[in-house]
C-alpha cells in the first residue's frame, strides 16, 4: 500500500540513516500528515534495528484518523513501534515530557507559522541528550525560516543544511548540555530581528480576513511567495 507522504527519497534515507545510528528509546514527530513520508520510514528503521518507538503528533482530527488507518494497513509489522498523540503540539509536548523526559531523535514538521518550531525546540531542547538529533522540514519556506539561524547562532549545536529539495532539510546534533551566555543571547537577537520583519509583523497584527483579502488581490507568484515565505 502506497501512502501519500512528503519528504523526497533523499530526505527520508537520511531520517532512516539517524534511526540506524542513533538506535533511539525515544522519537518524536511533530506533523504527521497522511503518514507515508517521515511517519511511517521512521518506523521502519526502528522496526529494523528492532529499538524504540515512535511518537507522532498530529492536530487535525480528519488527518489524524486517517493516518493511523494507513500506518496499521501499510506498515502492521512495525506499528507496534508506534504511539500517535492528537492535538497541538504546544499542549501535547508539555505532557508527553511528564512521561519520556528524554527524547533522542526528533523530527518537526507541524504547522506553517514560524513560530511553531521555535517553540517546540525550546520545549524540547533540555530533553534532548548530548549526542541527541533534530531535524527539521521546510526550513527554506516560512514555516522554518526561523528555527535554523536560531540554532546556528547556538553554540551547543552541530547543524547541517540540506539543500536537497524546494524545501530543504535542516539537521541538528547536540554538541554540548548548554550553549554559552554568549551564544544564548545571540540566538535571542537573531530571532528578534526575524520576528521584527514587516511581512512577520503584518502576519500577526493583521486580523485574519484582512491578511486573506490582500494575498487574494496579489498576483499569484507574489501572494505564494508572501504566504509560503518562497
Known amino acids: 500500500m502506497e501512502i501519500e507522504g512528503q519528504l523526497n527519497a533523499e530526505e527520508r534515507r537520511l531520517l532512516m540513516e539517524a534511526v540506524e545510528r542513533l538506535k533511539p528509546e525515544t522519537v518524536l514527530e511533530v506533523g504527521t500528515y497522511l503518514g507515508g513520508g517521515s511517519t511511517i520510514h521512521l518506523l521502519k528503521a526502528l522496526h529494523r534495528c528492532d529499538c524504540g518507538r515512535l511518537w507522532g503528533v498530529e492536530a487535525d482530527q480528519s488527518i489524524y484518523e486517517k493516518m493511523i488507518q494507513n500506518i496499521r494497513q501499510a506498515a502492521p509489522d512495525a506499528y507496534g513501534h508506534f504511539e500517535p498523540l492528537f492535538g497541538f503540539s504546544q499542549n501535547v509536548i508539555p505532557e508527553w515530557l511528564k512521561d519520556h523526559p528524554q527524547v533522542q531523535l526528533v523530527f518537526l514538521d507541524g504547522g506553517n507559522n514560524p ?20 531535524f527539521s522540514h521546510d526550513v527554506k519556506l516560512r514555516k522554518g525560516k526561523w528555527l535554523r539561524p536560531y540554532m546556528e547562532h547556538l553554540d551547543n549545536w552541530k547543524t547541517t543544511f540540506y539543500d536537497i529539495s524546494d524545501e530543504g ?3 541538528g546534533r547536540k554538541i554540548a548540555e548548554r550553549p554559552t551566555p554568549a551564544s ?24 485574519h480576513k484582512v491578511r486573506a483579502g490582500v494575498l487574494r488581490i496579489l498576483p499569484s507568484k507574489i501572494s505564494r511567495r508572501l504566504s509560503d515565505g518562497r
Do not use: D, M, N, Y
Open 184 to 207: 544564548r543571547s545571540a540566538a535571542k537577537r537573531c530571532l528578534l530581528k526575524l520576528k521584527l520583519q514587516p511581512a512577520e509583523l503584518a502576519a500577526r497584527v493583521l486580523p
Open 169 to 171: 532539510l535542516f539537521h
Open 115 to 134: 513560530q511553531e518550531q521555535i517553540t517546540e525546540f525550546c520545549l524540547l531542547e533540555a530533553h534532548i541528550p548530548v549526542g541527541g538529533e533534530l
